[in-house]
């Protein structure tokens, strides 16, 4: 999977806070933040575009 790199702005209170989680977890915090997006992305799945149903998509022999 290819990795992109992302600038993300966050508080100095987040910043502290998601700095002691990665020591805590034992992980750097990129990861956690590609957990972040992971979890957010999972979230609200519903409301990407390869979520949505397209017309062509609907059942043979289906009136539209």
């Known amino acids: 999977m290819a990795r992109r790199t992302l600038s993300v702005n966050v508080s100095a ?3 502290d806070r998601l700095r002691l989680l ?3 977890t034992g992980r750097d ?3 956690c ?3 972040a997006v992971a979890l ?5 799945r519903d409301h990407l ?3 949505l149903t ?3 998509a609907q ?3 289906r009136d539209r």
């Open 22 to 24: 990665a020591a805590r």
């Open 54 to 56: 397209w017309p062509a």
């Open 40 to 44: 957010l992305l999972e979230r609200y």
């Open 33 to 35: 933040l590609a957990e």
């Open 29 to 31: 915090v990129d990861a």
């Open 59 to 61: 059942p043979a022999g």
């Open 13 to 15: 209170d987040d910043d």
């Open 49 to 51: 575009p390869e979520q």
